[in-house]
T-cell receptor, first 113, second 115 residues
Framework: SQQGEEDPQALSIQEGENATMNCSYK?????LQWYRQNSGRGLVHLIL?????REKHSGRLRVTLDTSKKSSSLLITASRAADTASYFC?????????????FGQGTRLTINP | DTGVSQDPRHKITKRGQNVTFRCDPI?????LYWYRQTLGQGPEFLTY????????KSRLLSDRFSAERPKGSFSTLEIQRTEQGDSAMYLC?????????????FGPGTRLTVT
């Protein structure tokens, strides 16, 4: 079963706009990661945020984490056509050795030129 | 760092046949993971190795599935007597050990189609 739920399931915006995706999870975590997947391909690691962090930046990416609400958001600023992909959040449950990731169902992002 | 590689990239097989997939992790990574992903879903954990030891297996991994990592380097995932429900993308990932946070780096996947 999947722990995370991404919202929205699909998002379509114009190039240059910002895209925000949200993720909710159920159990206490060690960290939360965001991945990107282009159609039919493997996952690319984007960013990891630890449970004691609230915000993290990497280039055009900004991730927030609210452990009290068990939620995270991924903001992509100044979107480009190449950002078109599915985005997944993944958590590893606290106290279970941080060995496996539990993924949400993903947000399909389409950037229109 | 050549990344995680998987072979083959695509496999079409008839129901009842056995298939084997290979994963070569990033060389300095001692952790190796297998996941399965069906269309429109996120990946689901199958099994995990630290070096050559298989430390965790999902209930998704029925007795028709077996995974090995004999020398703590590459890994194989075998599916015996394939069923149409086995059709999916099989993803391998590797990562460093130690600490409480583990980034995982994924290969391109093997897409299995069972006809």
């Amino acid at each position: 079963s999947q722990q995370g739920e991404e919202d929205p399931q699909a998002l379509s915006i114009q190039e240059g706009e910002n895209a925000t995706m949200n993720c909710s999870y159920k159990t206490s975590i060690n960290n939360l990661q965001w991945y990107r997947q282009n159609s039919g391909r493997g996952l690319v690691h984007l960013i990891l945020i630890r449970s004691n962090e609230r915000e993290k930046h990497s280039g055009r990416l900004r991730v927030t984490l609210d452990t009290s609400k068990k939620s995270s958001s991924l903001l992509i600023t100044a979107s480009r056509a190449a950002d078109t992909a599915s985005y997944f959040c993944a958590t590893d449950a606290r106290g279970q050795g941080a060995q496996k990731l539990v993924f949400g169902q993903g947000t399909r992002l389409t950037i229109n030129p | 760092d050549t990344g995680v590689s998987q072979d083959p990239r695509h496999k079409i097989t008839k129901r009842g046949q056995n298939v084997t997939f290979r994963c070569d992790p990033i060389s300095e990574h001692n952790r190796l993971y297998w996941y399965r992903q069906t269309l429109g879903q996120g990946p689901e954990f199958l099994t995990y190795f630290q070096n050559e030891a298989q430390l965790e297996k999902s209930r998704l991994l029925s007795d028709r599935f077996s995974a090995e990592r004999p020398k703590g380097s590459f890994s194989t995932l075998e599916i015996q007597r394939t069923e149409q429900g086995d059709s999916a993308m099989y993803l391998c990932a590797s990562g460093h050990g130690g600490g409480l946070s583990y980034e995982q780096y994924f290969g391109p996947g093997t897409r299995l189609t069972v006809t």
